[in-house]
């Protein structure tokens, strides 16, 4: 079996040397289109005056809470 398929192959190299993937080019009609380019992909805007302070404001209480509320939970009374 694996004898006829490298059989063919060999036959036949213009069939594969032929062979090119293509895509279709983005129909901008449709309504499953969204808009391409740099930021069109990320669901926040990085060019608002605030964005800086928002996002490490995120990071800052992303990171320290599970912190602080490890402390929260060894300082509390034990009944």
């Known amino acids: ?3 006829r398929a ?3 192959a060999a036959t036949k190299p213009t069939f594969i ?3 090119g993937f293509q895509t279709t080019r983005a129909r901008l009609d449709s309504p499953y ?3 391409e380019g740099p930021r ?3 669901p926040f805007n990085p060019l608002t005056k605030w964005f800086a302070l928002r996002y ?3 990071c ?3 990171f320290s809470l599970p912190f602080l509320l490890a402390v929260w939970q060894t300082k509390k ?3």
């Open 1 to 3: 079996m694996l004898s």
């Open 6 to 8: 490298a059989f063919r």
């Open 17 to 19: 040397a032929r062979r």
């Open 33 to 35: 289109h969204y808009p």
């Open 40 to 42: 069109s992909n990320i």
């Open 56 to 58: 490490w404001g995120f």
């Open 60 to 62: 800052l209480t992303g």
């Open 77 to 79: 009374n034990k009944p």
